[in-house]
């Protein structure tokens, strides 16, 4: 049996290395042909059970790009969508389908992406009623730990509010008192000493490097939801990189 991956970019090939190691036969497929592995436009692929959808969510044609492999697969039992995409995509997408159409967000620090990949509990989301026994086996055959969400929304809500958005608000908190630090002229770390107990005993106040928010996650995927106060972090990002440019004009 075969498992596809569509997409691979930094979520895709890391899935790809991780199923391959776990010894499941896997295509890789991307619209950029050296990224492709074991792919071939002129061999039909054999026996394929799993679609992985790792293409980027912010992709206007995501839905009909997806569409169109499903539709081109013959023996495709469950798609998994992977990628952070607006919330309800995935249930569109299942509205489209009777085969069960799956949203499993990745968790983990790019330079690291496949130790955590495999150190974190998969989550999986469905907007079915039932999942069967035989695909739950198989899912946890490929993740090992996973964890099931009641919606698929819940899941692509949690990927983009509780993960990347959150990581957001805690820089930009340490933005924040950088900058009055600066304009007082006191130590930032000496001051943040006052936290460390606290943050030992409660594990609610972490201290984040006041570095400026940059790569293609945090501040891209705020356009993933309809919530404008969510900008606040973008806002605020940018008000730090004016202030870092003002004390560093060499930068």
């Not at 026996?47 to 044609?61: A, R």
């Not at 949203?103 to 069967?132: C, M, N, Q, W």
């Amino acid at each position: 049996m075969t498992d596809i991956i569509l997409g691979m970019g930094e979520v895709g090939s890391t899935l790809f290395e991780l199923l391959v190691q776990r010894g499941f036969n896997c295509v890789g497929i991307d619209s950029d042909k050296s990224k492709c592995k074991n792919y071939s436009e002129n061999i039909p692929i054999k026996n394929t059970e799993y679609l992985h959808v790792c293409l980027p969510g912010e992709l206007i044609d995501f839905i009909e790009i997806t569409t169109s492999w499903i539709n081109k697969i013959n023996d495709l039992q469950v798609v998994i969508i992977h990628s952070t995409v607006k919330p309800g995509t995935t249930k569109n997408l299942q509205d489209k389908f009777d085969l069960p159409v799956l949203f499993s967000p990745v968790r983990g620090v790019h330079r690291r992406f496949l130790e955590d990949i495999k150190k974190y509990t998969k989550f999986i989301s469905s907007d079915k009623a039932e999942i069967s026994s035989k695909i739950k086996l198989e899912l946890e055959k490929r993740f090992q730990k996973i964890q099931w969400m009641s919606t698929t929304k819940t899941a692509e809500l949690a990927k983009i509010l509780v993960d990347t958005t959150y990581y957001g608000w805690l820089i930009n908190y340490a933005q924040i008192t950088k900058m009055i630090c600066d304009k007082e002229k006191i130590d930032f770390d000496e001051m943040w000493k006052f936290a460390d107990e606290i943050h030992e005993n409660l594990g609610n106040r972490p201290k984040m490097y006041p570095g400026i928010i940059g790569g293609h996650c945090v501040i891209p995927n705020l356009s993933l939801t309809k919530y404008d106060n969510l900008d606040i972090i973008k806002k605020i990002n940018e008000l730090y990189k004016s202030f870092s440019d003002v004390k560093n004009p060499n930068n």
